[in-house]
């Protein structure tokens, strides 16, 4: 076989594996995943139980950048301490060291016998957990498929001039080794296919013990990197565990670099050559959680000085719960994504509140404030919608996808109920605030009336996107068709005061009728949280029309009103 079919076969052993891995996390994500949170979250009142709990996640997600991500988010909302943060990762580090000895061991029959169970568990269930698990064990046989294909096609370029001629230089400097590992494993966002690629390699001589020993190193050290660049964004809170997770990998690597030598005598005396790789990945980080896990209050103080907490308007604007990690359970993904939601609506509720305030008192510092919450409302849709967006990329069954559009259409009506306060109520009260102008007592009555009903409509409407509840629905419309009427009176009402000549009725008329009008507007995206719900339980009709008259084409919603 000439070298390029092997570097070819090589090359295809590595992908697989890398296949392998993700389909492993995201299977037992999705099968176990919630589990798995509630296990992190209670695990964590002290460092030891920590660490036990980022060994024990880790091993069965073979992913330390997965767990990693599950800590960031819970360090960001203030469920865990940064101490206990620190620990989960330096247990993390460990866990993944579990897998590769796993999968290093000589059981080929173990990958055929997994491939045959997970095809057979995936294509018996439509959805749910049987597909999950199954999707796991096929994910489990093609790692070692990929292991037993990897060896295959490296055993030939133990003795190729070529391939000897390249590894030559990097046997030499190991500190360029350790830097070529570490940008593989950041770019594969896995340090175990990386470690497992190296042992295959180094398991049938390919690769020098001493270089094989250097990219291990290296591979621990992008380990690190996978986690910060992944939490980019993210308060300083949710970021320090990873921070201190790639400070202390970088120290430990910076302590072995020139204990090379001596580091690999002592491996080969302990283990066989052919286990070189993964011992080394175990003793590296054993040996970084003995040396450390005394030490993480001065890490997370050094961490908290680095990246110190930054209180400004924009963290102010940040999501606090949309947690990354969640993406592969996108039940937990979607509880997540809602109750975001529920804080742009509080958000939008003080807006709705303080709009009508100002109308009241003409407080100009405070009509410029709910303009400032618009920014926020902005911000913080953005962020729902591109969590969401990057949520759609994963599987989901029929009940998940109905929620992810409802989620997703009531996030999106809530921003369009900012911009309604912002660009229109404002605008209005500027103009009052200018000209001096006052509502007559009646007006101004029938407004606060008109603005209480909205509101407490807003608070029903978030009932009704979170209970999903039919009756809370039929509730919320009748309230549209009630808010309807309310309108008609309150015109009018104020058609009545013009007739008699009423001075402040007269100035302020244009404004009071717009007011009433953009409230309305603002009740009728409150009220289209209703018709997903109502249209499952086949109570709405396709046409206002009476009986008899033609409908018209369209998705069979009400139009608003």
């Known amino acids: 076989m000439n070298a390029t ?25 999705r ?51 940064a101490t206990a943060a620190l620990a989960v990762m330096l247990g993390a580090d460990l866990g993944t060291t579990l897998a590769a000895q796993l999968f290093s061991l000589n059981l080929h ?13 995936f294509l018996s269930g439509d959805s749910g957990s049987r597909r999950h698990i199954g999707r796991l064990l096929i994910g489990f046989g093609l790692l070692f ?35 070529l590992a570490a940008l593989l494993t950041w770019a594969a966002h896995s340090s175990l296919a990386i470690v497992l690629t190296i042992a295959g390699l180094a398991s049938t001589g390919a690769l020098p013990p001493v270089l094989a020993l250097s990219l291990v190193l290296g591979a621990n050290l992008g380990g690190g990197i996978a986690p910060l660049t992944g939490t980019a964004g993210q308060p300083a809170s949710a970021r320090r565990a990873p921070l201190g997770n790639l400070i202390m990998r970088g120290i430990g690597v910076l302590i072995a670099l020139p204990l090379i030598d001596p580091l690999l005598g002592w491996l080969l005396a302990f283990g066989p050559e052919s286990r070189l790789a993964v011992n080394a990945h175990t003793a590296f ?57 529920l804080r742009l609506s509080d958000i939008v ?16 510092r405070l009509a410029k404030a709910v303009e400032q919450a618009d920014n926020q409302v902005d911000r913080l849709h953005e962020s729902i ?37 912002d660009k229109n109520l404002m605008e209005l009260a500027a103009k009052k605030i200018k000209h001096k102008l006052a509502f007559s007592a009646e007006g101004l009555h029938e407004l606060t009336e008109f603005h209480a009903r909205v509101a407490a409509n807003l608070q029903m409407a978030c009932n009704v996107f979170m209970a999903n509840d039919a009756k809370l629905a039929r509730q919320l419309l009748r309230e549209k068709t009630a808010l309807r009427e309310a309108e008609r009176q309150a015109a009018e009402n104020h058609y009545r005061r013009l007739a008699q000549g009423r001075a402040e009725s007269i100035e302020t008329s244009a404004i009071h009728l717009d007011v009433i009008r953009d409230l309305k507007r603002i009740n009728s995206h409150l009220t289209a949280v209703v018709y997903p719900i109502l249209e499952q339980t086949g109570e709405l009709t396709a046409s206002r029309l009476k009986s008899g008259e033609a409908a018209p084409a369209g998705n069979g919603k009400p139009s608003p009103a």
């Not at 990057?390 to 069954?397: A, Q, R, V």
């Open 5 to 29: 079919a092997l570097v070819i076969d090589l090359l295809g052993g590595i992908a697989l594996l890398l296949w392998g891995v993700r389909m492993v996390r995201t299977g037992m994500t």
């Open 145 to 179: 498929l990929a292991l037993k294909l990897i060896v295959s096609a490296s055993a030939p370029l133990r003795d190729a001039p070529a391939f000897i001629a390249v590894l030559a230089p990097l046997a030499q400097e190991p500190l360029l080794a350790i830097m």
């Open 31 to 81: 099968a176990f995943g919630a589990r798995l949170r509630r296990v992190l979250g209670h695990a964590t009142r002290n460092r030891f139980t920590a660490f036990g709990a980022g060994i024990g996640v880790t091993a069965l997600l073979q992913s330390a950048t997965a767990t990693a991500l599950l800590v960031a988010s819970f360090a960001g909302r203030g469920l865990i301490g």
């Open 109 to 121: 029959w173990v990958g055929p016998l997994a491939l045959v169970a997970g095809v057979g568990l």
């Open 385 to 421: 919608k591109l969590y969401l967006t990057e949520l759609s990329k994963h599987e989901m069954d029929s009940a998940e996808s109905r929620r992810h559009v409802d989620v997703l259409t009531f996030t999106t009506n809530l921003e369009h109920i900012g911009d309604i306060i």
């Open 285 to 341: 980080n054993l040996a970084l959680a003995v040396l450390f896990l005394p030490l993480l209050p001065l890490v997370e103080r050094l961490c908290r000085r680095l990246m110190p907490d930054a209180a400004t308007a924009e963290t102010l604007a940040a999501p606090r719960y949309l947690d990354e990690g969640a993406l592969d359970t996108p039940s937990v993904a979607l509880a997540a994504a809602a109750r975001e939601t």
């Open 349 to 364: 509720s003080g807006m709705l509140n303080d709009a009508m305030t100002v109308f009241r008192t003409d407080d100009a």
